[in-house]
Each structure stands twice: as C-alpha cells, then as structure tokens.
C-alpha cells in the first residue's frame, strides 16, 4: 500500500517499531545505525541467551522488513551521505536523544520531506533537557501507578513499551504527513512525545482532577464495586483465567449467563443467578440488592474457575458469550489455533537454519497482505549496495569509508 | 511567496463511525484530531457504554457526564438512528457514499446479518475504506459471535500473565490495555489505504484483531519464548535484572514513587555523586560489582529517597544528569510543567456539565494544523443537520423518520 514511500530510519529504539510498521505496509525502509550497530541491538532477550550484535531478539522482531545501512550520521563524511541520501527519501524518522540536538539539524532537507522525530518529553517544552530511558518515561505516563498491588511498588512492564507507544505514534504522525502532502506536494516536521504516547495506556489519569475527582489507586487489577474488591484474575486448573463482571444493559447480560452458569455447576446459590445483574448497581442504591450479593458471586466464581481449566473455560465463555479468557503465556499465544488458523504467522529467519513464526499480520486487508519479505539487516548489511545503487558510489570509494571507520 | 498550505491533513475526508466503547472510536479520534469529519452513529436506545464509564464530571453518573466519552469522541458528530430497522438501515448506506472511511466495532457477523457489511457498504461506494476491530478478528475458528473487552484483549496477547508478582495472581496492565494499543494499528492501516487510494482509486477491507494487536507491543517476549523455547514470567519489580540501579523507589508521603535509571555508566557515575555516602562502597564500583550486591545497593538508594519529595527528587537528579522521574499519579500529571506547557490537556465547555479537560492531539505537525480539540458530541446532536446538509433530506421527510421513532 505504501510501495511508492521511502523511509530512512535513524535507529534508535523508539524508531523501530515505526519503521516496521511503515515497511509491513510496504513502504521500502532503510534502517541506518552507527558503525558499531544500533542501540537496538543491544535490547534484551538474546539468542539462547548468549549476547551478540546479531542476536537481540527485540532488534529481530522490530526490524524484519528493513534494509540496513551504518554511517556516523555526526561525522562531517556522514553528515554529507545523511544529507545525500536524504534526497531519495520522503520520510525520515529519528528520536532524538534528551538535551542534544539531532546530528539531522545541520541538514537542509528537501521541502518535499516528511521529517519526524520523537523525544522523550516534548521537545521544545521545560523537560526537553530530561536525561530519560524507557523506565522514566514510562513512569511518567501516569499508567504504572495504576498497576499492581497497593502494597506493593507500582509494576511496569517486562517488555519496554515507551519505545512502543512512541514508535506506534510515529509511524501514525509520519503517515498524517503523508496524507498532507498526497494534497499539495509538501513534507514538514511531525513531532512525536514518547511521554504523551505512553499516557494513552493510563486511559485519561490526567483528566481525573479537572473533573473535580479524587486521584484513584491501584487495586491489583481489581474493581471495588460497593466497597467489595471484584477481581480480573482467577486462579484456574492449570493456570490463570481472566473474567469481568459488568454491569448495566451491555455488559449485564454476560453477567447474568455467568451467574447462570456457575449455579448450574454447583458453585453458587440459586438465588445469585436470580438477581438482576444489569441493573445491579441501580437496585444496589434502592436496597434491593446488597454488597454480600455481590461477595457470594465473586466467591461462587473463584470455586467455579478452580475447577475448570483455561480450555474449559475458554469454550464456555465461547458459548455462554462471557467476558472471559484465558489468562494467555506465550506458549498459548503461540498455539493458539484462532492466530494459527486466522493467519497471524509469518515465518521469519534469525540466522542460518534459525527460523520461527512472528506475529506479523497486525492487520488483514481484503487487498493486500503484510508479509515478512526479509529478516532483520545484519549490521551494515546492505551498505555497499545502498550507496552504489542511490549514491553512486565506486567500490573504491565505499571501501575507503569503511576504511576510514565511517560505515 | 505565498504561504504554504495549512489544511489538517485529513480535511475533507469524511468518516463515519459505526463503534463504540474505546477502540473504534478512539481511531475516528484521531482521524478527527488530523482534521477528518467524523459522524458517529448511536442510539439513544442503546447508547455507547462508554458513557457509563467515568470518571463523570464533578463523580456525578449520567451519560452526557463520562470524560471518558468526551476524550473519546472529541471533535466528531453525532446522528441518532436505530440502524436495526431497515430505513435506519437505508440511511447508514446513504452516509456510505459521502464517506471516505467506515469504522465498526461489532460483535463479527452482526453488521452482516443487518446487511450493513463491507460487501453491502461496498455496492453503494466501491471506494470505500472500511476497517472492523474486533477482539479475536474476523476470520478464524473463533472468531464469529466473541465480543471482548480490552482486558480480555491484554489476557490473550500475553501481557497479563507477565504483569504480576510471581507470589501472587497476575495483576494485568492497567484497565482495557489493548484498547490503548490497537488503534495505532487501525489508525496507522487506515491512512496507507487513504495513500493507496489517493493514487489507485482502490478502497480496501481492514479486519484488526484487538489481541494480536497486543501482541506487537509484546514482541521481545513472544521472541523470547518462539526462539529460546522459555516462557517469560512475571518478576514483580520493576527494572531489568541486565541493568542496575534501574527501578522504582519509595519517597517521603503516601504511596510516593521515584522511577531512577542510572544504569549506564555516566548516568551510574552521575547518581553517585549526588547520593554519596554508601554508594562510594568500592563494591559498587563496577557494574560486575553492583549486579552482584543488587539488593544492598537498591537499599541504599532507597534509604536516601525515602526521606525526600518525590518532587525534589526530580529535580535534584536531572539537575546532575540522572534519568529519573516520579511515577506519576493524576495529581502529578495536572501538575507537570511537560504537560502544562505543552497545552496538552483542552478546557472543553460542555453545555450540561460545563467545564473539564481532555486529552489533545497524540503528536504534533508544525506546518499544517490541526483542529482545535472540542468536546463530544451529545446523543443525536447533529441528526437533523447532518440529514439535512449531507443527505439532502427535506424537513417534511425528517420530520417523518422521527415520528417513526428512527431518530432516537
């Protein structure tokens, strides 16, 4: 869909996703990091564990797709490839490092160029100088301190997600400007914020207070309805089950199936199925409910899910139409006959003989098909290629840049 | 020479928005924040449940009241119609040929069994782009009739298992996780089938599965298990056990939390400096040293945070150079100059409740503008004008549907 759209990826890990999303849309993108590798490279987990510039296993799943070049973009020798291989492209996309200026600013960009570059924090706002990594910025999108135990420190991800939520936006930025310039031919700068991308995942904790509420708290996943702690988690046979309990004419009816279900197993009282779960909170205020109505079903259900296992209880949320799931690894994910059968996988090479399955097909179109048409570039693998075919560079010529230590 | 052009990048393209609760229509949100007319199509008989979710203005309930709605929907319209009954129906598929893009978040098959599918939609304007967002997808085994929720989205891409402590039950992330990631991935397909279209004239099916989109977010972990055969669990503390100091530390006050990363040798070198004292210990000179006295060395930071404010905290370390931050509440939030400065957060003037902030455009573009943001249209607010000025409709014939009950 993008087969027409160049891209010249500064590497940075909040560039990676964007870049690959650009190129499973199939943009050509060219990923360029220094000549001793991107900091990508050095993102954990490895290839059996052991380190390597070939085998980060973040750098593998976010740069599928890419061609690779090095250069030192903030060399005078790079700076001059930068500027010239700018030309041929109509996007470029870096992240620029807190308190530094980009080595791109010195460049003189074609008015055609769609030039889009993330910061931690807003770039030309009061924190612009904040030294940040993916833990600080995260921790200031106001989501972790909604997560995990109230007794405990808040929790964050395993898997660094500001560089996500960033490069997610983007690729979603750099495409605005596209659109823009599909109308009248002119590129500009799109700005991305890793700090605001990241502040979609705390589901609008900053507008709490200018609504005149008091701050929230974490409560492990759990809702408190009338005072009883309603959990998300239950314990199952094998492992773990999520189940949400709603409320109101929606998401009543799954909860009153629920409630129907687990009576009819022998885990809660016939009267519990027989209380109107849709308009639940309302009878609650009238007094024709009560919070121990509430404490038994909860109650019914951790009985319920500890005698079924994630399969069961999968095929029963199918049947019944519950909100409920099994509480995936990835092992599941993996197996998982819906993503298998649907088409999620493509395959993809780690290294020599070294292939696996990747969740590749973010979205499905009627008329086109994401698909993994080459592994991530191995370190300056397509550089002579690159500046011979859009630079016109001579063997001689990329031989002494490589020489010289510029690629 | 004459200024550059200004337009929003998607103004003049027209989107009519068939979702509800969070995924969908926070995609038509941002359609609307790059300048797109959004008509978003509800029934006051069966209203969006997000406007049962709060917060409420001022902890009030009451379906005009929900911030989240308005953060949401901003800056869209909204036509009341009951799209079940077949001149509700008619009217769905009239707006289908001024719009550009659709955007649906149904139970798979149900717009089908209306005859409001893609194959319907496309017969009335074959350069329709529409896109579905649905919990497991479209296709697949499972597929027709599960309907989900984000949370069950996070259960299903591998996220909730992982997010916990490993002495406990999994916690999850926080709320419908995948409601906050999959409209990236809808968002971002939509906009390379508007450039595909722009020069192909070819409109295009986009079918977003809300937990495989989780699972993009998650990459580095379904790595870790598809190549090296472990499956990741879930650790508790925050910080990787490659990178040290790097974690959350207790402050001075209630619940107060300071995320430090000074885990790269000058940032290492710099939060020393600062903190002194038993940081000097030669143990911790290097990094061998300091993985290997981890918890020592986390106790003496937090044995010089947990006296301070959070706040001063802040500042004393990026003042030395030192990545850290406070983990930020809502109150932080309101309070931050990141933020504030940024104008981020919009006053919107609502007639019912009056005033209240949302959210802003997610990035910025700094030669075409984007729209002012604006508050959330009210059930069925601009029905009879968009009737009246899209479809043509006289004031006799909407008059007519509304006495039907077709406008509520």
């Known amino acids: ?407 | 020479m004459s200024a550059p052009p200004r337009a929003a990048p998607l103004e003049g393209v027209h989107v009519l928005d068939l979702s509800w609760v969070m995924v969908g229509p926070a995609s038509g949100r941002y359609l609307a924040d790059m300048g797109a007319d959004v008509i978003k199509v509800e029934s006051s008989k069966r209203i969006d449940p997000v406007r049962t979710l709060g917060p409420f203005k001022d902890g009030k309930m009451g379906p005009e009241r929900s911030i989240s709605y308005h953060n949401l929907n901003a800056g869209k319209r909204c036509v009341a119609i009951d799209i079940r009954r077949p001149e509700g129906r008619e009217i769905v598929l009239r707006l289908t040929r001024w719009a550009d893009v659709v955007l649906e978040s149904f139970t798979p098959g149900v717009l089908e069994t209306l005859q409001l599918g893609y194959s319907d939609l496309k017969r009335r304007n074959d350069q329709i782009i529409m896109a579905s967002t649905s919990l497991l997808g479209q296709t697949g085994p499972y597929a027709k009739g599960t309907s989900g929720v984000g949370t069950m989205g996070a259960a299903m891409s591998g996220a909730t298992y992982q997010i916990g402590w490993p002495d406990r039950e999994p916690t999850g992330p926080f709320g419908p996780w995948t409601d906050a990631v999959t409209p990236r991935f809808i968002v971002a397909s939509i906009l390379a089938a508007l450039h595909r279209r722009s020069l192909t004239g070819l409109g295009s099916y986009i079918d977003v599965a809300q937990a495989e989109a989780g699972i993009q977010f998650m990459m580095p972990a379904y790595y870790e298990y598809a190549a090296n055969a472990t499956i990741p669990e879930r650790c508790g503390v925050a910080g990787s056990p490659l990178q040290i100091p790097q974690g959350v530390y207790g402050c001075s006050g209630e619940d107060r939390w300071i995320a430090i990363d000074a885990s790269a040798p000058t940032h290492w070198d710099a939060l020393r400096t600062v903190i002194g004292g038993e940081l000097r210990d030669a143990k911790f000179d290097t990094i061998i040293g300091r993985l290997r006295n981890r918890a020592e060395l986390d106790k003496a930071i937090a044995g010089w945070t947990h006296e301070q404010g959070v706040e001063a905290i802040e500042h004393r370390l990026q003042a030395a150079g030192v990545p850290a931050h406070v983990v930020s509440g809502s109150g932080n939030l309101v309070r931050d100059v990141d933020i504030i400065e940024s104008g981020y957060l919009n006053k919107i003037n609502d007639p019912v409740f009056g005033e209240a902030e949302i959210e802003g455009p997610r990035f910025s573009l700094d030669r075409t503008s984007l729209p002012a943001t604006r508050r959330g249209p009210r059930i069925g607010e601009h029905t009879k004008e968009v009737l009246a000025t899209v479809l043509g409709m006289s004031e006799t014939e909407i008059a007519q549907l509304d006495e039907a009950g077709l406008l509520a």
């Open chain 1, 1 to 407: 869909m993008l087969d027409d759209v160049r891209v010249l990826e500064i590497s940075a890990p909040e560039t990676m996703l964007a870049g690959r999303m650009l190129a499973d849309l199939g943009a050509d993108v060219v990923v360029v990091e220094p000549p001793a590798g991107s900091p990508g490279r050095r993102l954990a987990p490895f290839l059996d564990g052991i380190p390597g510039i070939e085998r980060s296993l973040t750098w593998q799943g976010l740069n599928y797709n890419k061609r690779g070049v090095t250069l030192d973009v903030s060399s005078p020798d790079g700076k001059a490839l930068t500027r010239a291989l700018a030309t041929k492209f109509d996007v470029v996309i870096e992240a620029a490092g807190a308190g530094r200026a980009s080595p791109l600013d010195s460049i003189e960009f074609a008015p055609s160029v769609i030039r889009c570059t993330i910061t931690p924090f807003v770039r030309t706002g009061p924190k612009s100088e904040y030294a940040a990594t993916d833990l600080t910025v995260m921790a200031a999108s106001g989501a972790p301190t909604m997560t995990g135990d109230l007794d405990r420190p808040p929790l964050f991800f395993p898997v660094p997600q500001a560089m996500m939520e960033a490069g997610a936006d983007a690729a979603i930025a750099a495409l605005a400007g596209l659109i823009a310039r599909d109308r009248d031919g002119l590129g500009q700068r799109a700005e991305v914020s890793a700090r605001i991308a990241a502040m979609m995942g705390s589901f609008g904790q900053a507008l709490v207070p200018g609504s005149g509420n008091p701050e929230a708290k974490r409560t492990q996943g759990a809702m408190i309805v009338a005072g009883v702690q309603v959990p998300s988690v239950y314990e199952c046979a094998d492992g773990f089950v999520l189940i949400t309990i709603g409320f109101g004419p929606v998401f009543g009816q799954m909860t009153q199936r629920l409630a129907k279900w687990a009576t009819q197993e022998g885990h809660m009282g016939q009267r519990i199925a027989e209380i109107s779960w849709p308009s639940f909170i309302g009878d609650l205020s009238a007094r024709k409910t009560s919070p121990s109505d509430l404490h038994a079903l909860v109650d019914g259900l951790k009985s319920l899910a500890r005698s079924k296992t994630k399969a069961e209880l999968a095929e029963a949320s199918r049947r019944l139409g519950l909100l409920s799931s099994p509480v995936m690894n990835m092992k599941d994910v993996a197996e998982y006959a819906q993503y298998r059968e649907r088409g999620l996988f493509a395959s993809v090479s780690l290294e020599a003989g070294r292939e696996i399955d990747a969740p590749a097909r973010f979205a499905q179109f009627s008329n086109y098909s994401i698909e993994i048409k080459r592994p991530a570039p191995k370190l300056s693998e397509h550089s002579a290629e690159i500046f011979e075919a859009e630079l016109g560079l001579s063997k001689t010529e990329i031989q002494a840049l490589f020489v010289a230590g510029e690629i």
